[in-house]
């Protein structure tokens, strides 16, 4: 008798999960609020809501990976984020219900990060906005960099919202030396025909192209001599921009200026005929002695190209040691995409002294 009703309470529940299993994949929500994610990481995502009475968490999905979604909400919006802030939408939900303000609710979180009752985000985290209308960004991936300055990472605070309603923003700085300070990412439509070009009337003007353009004034050009590595400014700026001038492979990479000294050792070492891998090793080795400072993180470069068979505009941040898990990026490379004007940003070498944002810019 135990045996039989061991086994029709095991039939039972295997029904119940699937039937629970087949509700998750109706629920047209779930494939709403996990749209704004890179294809990889959509189907692990878990994907919740929040009781608008109550605050109460309500799972829709458990997922298997880093990534936390909800469906669009009153507001428009339908959002991801990592996991590691589960606790703050948690809080954020309860005070809402308790028909708390905006300001009220941002000023609970803080004094709850204050107290220690919620974990601080990592620096780095990647947030994730979908909205279906035309007026607002329609897909915007967002990095929070806590109290990070346009001089500390070397991006624009000048609004793209315009532009990137009209499908060409570019990454953006809000918020700058604040805790709450984050870097604004549209993501454009694809780009049916290129705008890019690396061509210009001169030298000092082609070297600033990758550059936004508020930014390509101020910017500092220069290149270095090949016999000596000697650094031979072309013209000093006023900003924390440093560009050279296409090269022979080229591309046209433009820089922060906190990152000069290791661009400068790095020339000694080619003027001497040092192979790629020996410069590797010696900015390795100065590094860990002190000599050279590494790159901060969060640091941005831009990199341009002219030809159609590499990504033709490419912005680059510098996330030493991040992982997926810990900034909340995929690592599936969409360099091939990118190339055919539909890009996202990916993270490369996680995990490593190395690792960085590849940002794509489709345009």
Not at 153 to 180: I, Y
Not at 244 to 252: E, H, I, V
Not at 339 to 351: K, N, T
Request: hydrophobic share 35%; charged share 25%; aromatic share 6%.
């Amino acid at each position: 008798m135990k045996t039989t009703f061991l086994a029709a309470a095991v039939i039972l529940s295997a029904a119940s999960l699937t039937g629970t299993a087949q509700n998750y994949a109706a629920d047209p929500r779930i494939a709403e609020a996990v749209q704004i994610l890179p294809e990889d990481l959509r189907a692990g995502a878990t994907v919740v809501t929040y009781d608008a009475a109550t605050g109460a968490r309500q799972v829709l999905r458990q997922g298997t990976n880093f990534v936390e979604c909800q469906p669009r909400m009153a507001d428009g919006f339908s959002r991801c984020y990592s996991k590691a802030l589960s606790p703050r939408r948690d809080l954020e939900a309860k005070l809402r219900a308790e028909k708390k303000s905006d300001e009220e609710v941002q000023s609970a979180v803080a004094a709850a990060v204050k107290a220690g009752t919620l974990p601080a985000p990592s620096k780095g985290m990647m947030s994730y906005r979908d909205y279906d209308k035309r007026d607002r960004i329609q897909h915007l991936w967002v990095m929070s960099l806590p109290n990070a300055t346009p001089e500390s990472v070397g991006v624009s605070t000048v609004s793209q919202r315009d532009a990137a309603l009209e499908g060409k923003g570019l990454p953006w700085m809000m918020l700058p030396g604040t805790p709450g300070a984050h870097i604004m990412i549209p993501i454009n439509p694809p780009a049916k025909q290129s705008t890019i070009t690396d061509q210009a009337a001169d030298e000092i003007a082609q070297a600033v192209l990758p550059l936004p353009e508020d930014l390509r004034p101020g910017a500092t050009v220069y290149k270095y001599d090949p016999n000596t590595g000697d650094r031979v400014v072309l013209r000093k700026g006023t900003n924390f921009a440093e560009c050279m001038p296409r090269g022979a492979d080229g591309f046209t990479w433009c820089y922060n200026s906190v990152s000069g000294p290791r661009r400068d050792f790095s020339a000694k070492l080619r003027a001497q005929k040092k192979s790629d891998n020996e410069i590797q090793d010696a900015v390795t080795a100065a590094t860990q002695a002190g000599t050279l400072k590494p790159t901060p993180f969060g640091t941005m470069s831009y990199r341009l190209y002219g030809k159609k068979d590499r990504i033709q505009l490419l912005w680059v941040l510098s996330v030493p040691g991040a992982t997926p898990e810990s900034i909340g990026v995929s690592d599936d490379s969409r360099r091939d995409e990118s190339i055919s004007g539909d890009g996202r940003p990916w993270l490369m070498l996680a995990g490593t002294p190395g690792a960085h944002i590849m940002i794509p810019i489709n345009k």
